[in-house]
């Protein structure tokens, strides 16, 4: 077998001299155990070594293991580990491959990881992406939000994804809103990639399009990684645009947001107590999902059907067709009360409905104050539905 074969000499001084690992660089060794002793050869020209093997030389059973070695050592090895996983947030599997590959070279490493993720987001980017989060940001004439998808919510509880979010956000106020104050311009995905991201994170820093800082949080994180679309959301000529977020882990980030614009017809009227309610109200948005805001503005087809299933629920109790019409109409009025903003019940306080809480407000601040539109988000839905003051449609449908 080409081993040295020393049994007859002493055990504890065979053990002494051959119990420790052999280094060599970024080769395989053989160790050969006889019962407690530790015997090691290397391989000619890297041949395959078997992981065990038998004989019966003395009554002793041989075993061959194979272990791989370097010129650092673990401590150091564990140590460089450490700082690339730190540095990159990659998977730790992909850290030790780049490290084994670049012969232990962190910058190296760091490099081909980089190289690396480029392709693992590639195979990664047909996988279902449902969750994540939505971000948003605004100032003084525009509001933006944007949704992150991400495949685990793991993923969007990661402060990389989270600041990659909030950053998305802040650079999408550059792009143009609809000068009409009631209209929110819907911003498909592919009119996010390209703009420009300026990050001061320490693992993103530098300047780079939203496409390539994706591909490198993609890369970090091991999960698919893309945009959801966006609406850039223009501001009254007097009033406000009130925002609340929900399940919000650090401002301008959260799973569902209600955006609300309030136009006031005094400009000169305060606008403190404007505010506030505005507030309110998108969180009344967020609670009572309505789909509407005024029962003008429910669509011809939304109220046949609703009809149709409220007279045949009604025919079944074998009434007569007056209290059949009757039955439906009042129905109506409930249906009216669950998607139509304006006729909900307050969910701060039930014993008011918004067209009465604005009525209030109005009487506040000494100017008739109004609902010009108003937008429900959520993650995994894309950004489903805008109800613009005088539509009868939600504007888009995001991706």
Not at 127 to 152: F, I, P
Not at 188 to 209: M, N, Q
Not at 276 to 294: Q, W
Not at 393 to 398: G, K, N, P, R, V
């Amino acid at each position: 077998m080409g081993f040295t074969q020393s049994v007859k000499r002493p055990i504890g001084m065979l053990y002494k001299s051959l119990s420790s690992q052999v280094k060599c660089r970024h080769a395989y060794s053989t160790s050969t155990v006889y019962g407690e002793n530790l015997y090691t050869r290397f391989p000619k020209n890297n041949s395959t070594v078997f992981p065990s093997y038998t004989n019966p030389i003395n009554g002793f059973r041989i075993y061959l293991t194979r272990n791989y070695s370097s010129d650092i050592s673990s401590s150091e090895q564990t140590t460089l580990i450490k700082q690339l996983r730190e540095r990159t947030s990659a998977p730790i599997k992909e850290v030790k491959l780049a490290l084994v590959a670049c012969n232990w070279d962190i910058e190296a490493a760091q490099k081909d990881l980089r190289k690396r993720g480029v392709v693992l987001a590639s195979k990664k980017s047909s996988r279902t992406a449902a969750e994540g989060l939505l971000a948003l940001s605004q100032d003084e004439k525009k509001a933006v939000v944007v949704e992150l998808n991400c495949e685990t919510d793991f993923v969007a509880r990661n402060d990389i994804f989270q600041y990659l979010a909030s950053s998305l956000a802040k650079s999408a106020l550059l792009l143009e809103g609809s000068r009409h104050p009631s209209i929110a311009t819907p911003v498909g995905p592919e009119c996010l990639e390209d703009l420009k991201l300026s990050s001061d994170h320490p693992k993103l820093t530098g300047e780079k399009s939203v496409q390539i800082a994706i591909t490198e949080v993609a890369s970090m994180m091991g999960e698919n990684v893309k945009l959801g679309g966006g609406f850039v959301i223009s501001a009254p000529s007097h009033g406000v645009l009130a925002t609340y977020l929900h399940t919000s882990p650090q401002p301008g980030i959260g799973r569902i947001a209600g955006i609300l614009s309030l136009e006031v017809e005094d400009k000169d009227a305060p606008l403190d107590a404007v505010q506030r309610v505005g507030s309110e109200i998108a969180m009344h948005v967020v609670a009572a999902k309505p789909l509407f805001l005024t029962k003008e503005d429910v669509s011809p087809d939304a109220l046949d059907s609703e009809r149709e299933i409220l007279r045949s629920q009604a025919e079944s109790t074998g009434k007569s067709q007056m209290a059949i019409d009757k039955m439906v109409e009042g129905r109506l009025r409930k249906y009216y009360e669950e998607v139509v903003l304006m006729e909900q019940k307050f969910v701060v306080d039930d014993s008011l409905n918004i067209k009465t809480l604005l009525n209030n407000l109005s009487k506040e601040v000494g100017s008739n104050v109004k609902i010009g539109y108003f937008l429900r988000v959520e993650v995994g839905e894309g950004l489903k539905r805008l109800q613009a003051s005088g539509g009868t449609e939600a504007l888009a449908q995001a991706a």
